[in-house]
């Protein structure tokens, strides 16, 4: 199910993308809310948190409350995004006032620095504490072999709560000796 949700969430940043340009600032909007809910949900499955039903409420506080405040997964700075992205696109969707284009531009980049669904549409399941240990573990290594160059970290087929740290350095003899 949480692919699922991840499917729904990386189609949304490139629609909201091209009707910020078509300067549908209102429908930018919708689309930013709806993939980082899609995204949120997918975070909370990813994390073991399930419900019968995602209610808008109920994943913010799931979100809020376990992934932030509790686990610690995600910085105290996302804390407040949902609920504002769900007040702009309520605006958007559910009153008589438009969306500025210095709104939606501003949500916009906000998502784009922040969101957990880079500009190709990739989800990013790594957390923040998550990426510190790996770049502690990258940094540790490269005192040894400064050759060593970083890749990328996926999740583990197998096991999604697991990490896989892709590198690649020159082979040179006189190193593995």
């Avoid at 969430?9 to 980082?36: D, F, G, T």
Wanted: contains cysteine.
């Amino acid at each position: 199910m949480k692919n699922k949700f991840l499917k729904k969430a990386k189609e949304n940043p490139e629609a909201a993308e091209m009707c910020y340009e078509k300067e549908w600032h209102n429908a930018c909007a919708s689309r930013l809310y709806c993939s980082v809910f899609q995204a949120a949900i997918a975070a909370l499955l990813h994390s073991g948190i399930t419900r019968d039903k995602f209610e808008h409420k109920q994943v913010q506080a799931d979100f809020s409350g376990e992934l932030i405040r509790d686990r610690k997964v995600y910085p105290a700075k996302f804390k407040s995004y949902l609920p504002d992205m769900q007040t702009v696109r309520n605006r958007a969707e559910y009153t008589g006032d438009e969306i500025t284009g210095q709104i939606a531009h501003r949500w916009l980049g906000k998502f784009k620095r922040n969101g957990r669904i880079d500009k190709k549409g990739n989800c990013q399941m790594m957390n923040f504490k998550q990426k510190e240990l790996v770049d502690r573990l990258f940094n540790a290594v490269k005192e040894k072999f400064p050759e060593m160059k970083f890749l990328k970290v996926t999740e583990s087929p197998e096991d999604p709560a697991d990490l896989w740290v892709n590198i690649t350095t020159p082979m040179k003899k006189e190193k593995w000796s």
